[in-house]
Nanobody, 114 residues
Framework: QVQFVESGGGLVEPGGSLRLSCVAS????????MGWYRQAPGKQRELVGK???????IYAESVKGRFTIFRENAKNTVYLEMNSLKPEDTAVYYC????????WGQGTQVTVSS
């Protein structure tokens, strides 16, 4: 089962930016769309956006225009570029395929606060 390791989270002020990274344990980007998910305290995990096999980004309305997903196939790495961050973006962020077939990683915490 493919596994993922997320990194890049941290504490950032509202309006700031972060770039998250996700390394997959296998070369799967030509087989599955890759999604970024997040889970805020007391809420269900939600799909923030995904990158299709052909490289098209599809995003939730709440992040459209602020978040961008891209990948480096040679590194088995997918990124989530987050700009204009808001306090409501605070969550643990995960990556996985869409639909989910991989093993969930530990995620990376993003906290947006002044």
């Amino acid at each position: 089962q493919v596994q993922f390791v997320e990194s890049g989270g941290g504490l950032v002020e509202p309006g700031g930016s972060l770039r998250l990274s996700c390394v997959a344990s296998a070369s799967i980007f030509s087989i599955y769309a890759m999604g970024w998910y997040r889970q805020a305290p007391g809420k269900q995990r939600e799909l923030v956006g995904k990158l299709t096999i052909v490289g098209r980004g599809i995003y939730a309305e709440s992040v459209k225009g602020r978040f961008t997903i891209f990948r480096e196939n040679a590194k088995n790495t997918v990124y989530l570029e987050m700009n204009s961050l808001k306090p409501e973006d605070t969550a643990v962020y995960y990556c996985n395929t869409d639909p989910v077939v991989g093993r969930w990683g530990q995620g990376t915490q993003v906290t947006v606060s002044s």
